[in-house]
């Protein structure tokens, strides 16, 4: 199994850079999920990350380090829209069924 | 195309009554998956589906809680005799396995509430 730990709650400014970070315990790896949850709704798939580095898709990037356990979401230029729960999910070698953290709850302010 | 759908949006129910839940994932896809997500919690894994294999159950919290897949399409999770812990809102999400990255598609999710 694994053990997931991300920072409960952050707060940051309209067009400011905010990092969320995510790290994990596993006794094997198969992938690494990030997904956007806003209230009331379904998650939605943000980025995976099988292989050490980063990966970037527009505003957003996923960065892995797997012999450090370690992930984070770097979101650029935040907007308002950007508020929401952020998930982090580990898959276990050998399974394909990610275990989820509990989310960190980003807070955008003008 | 279609996402994945799940009705009811919404379900109240009382205390020991039985409810069913019902998943449409996207079609092709031959994985589906059931989650619960409480107040404030992380999504709980259930039960997963992968084509005609025999589900893996190993995330179901009691037995009065089942799933089935009918033709590898449409899911329904069923609990029997609801308790007031069983209220949560129940996620079902799909995929298609692409070049290693499973993508899992979320339906809106049912809301339950056990009076």
């Known amino acids: 199994g694994q053990n997931i730990d991300q920072p409960t709650e952050m707060t940051a400014t309209e067009g400011a850079i905010v990092q969320i970070n995510c790290t994990y315990q596993t006794s094997g790896f198969n992938g690494l999920f990030w997904y956007q949850q806003h209230a009331g709704e379904a998650p939605t798939f943000l980025s995976y990350n099988v292989l050490d580095g980063l990966e970037e898709k527009g505003r957003f990037s996923s960065f892995l380090s797997r012999s450090k356990g370690y992930s984070y979401l770097l979101l650029k230029e935040l907007q308002m829209k950007d508020s929401a729960s952020y998930l982090c999910a580990v898959r276990d070698r050998g399974s394909y069924i990610p275990t989820f953290g509990r989310g960190t709850s980003l807070i955008v302010h003008p | 195309g279609a996402g994945v759908s799940q009705s009811p949006s919404n379900k109240v129910t009382e205390k020991g009554k039985d409810v069913e839940l019902r998943c449409d994932p996207i079609?092709?896809?031959?994985?589906l998956y059931w989650y619960r997500q409480s107040l404030g919690q992380g999504l709980e894994f259930l039960i997963y589906f992968q084509g005609n294999s025999a589900p893996d159950k190993s995330g179901l919290p009691s037995d009065r809680f089942s799933a089935e897949r009918t033709g590898g399409s449409v899911s329904t999770l069923t609990i029997q005799r609801t308790q007031q812990e069983d209220s949560a809102v129940y996620l079902c999400?799909?995929?298609?396995?692409?070049?290693?990255?499973?993508?899992?598609?979320f339906g809106p999710g049912t809301r339950l509430l056990v009076l």
């Open positions: 079609s092709g896809h031959t994985a």
């Open positions: 999400a799909s995929s298609l396995l692409a070049g290693g990255q499973e993508t899992q598609y």
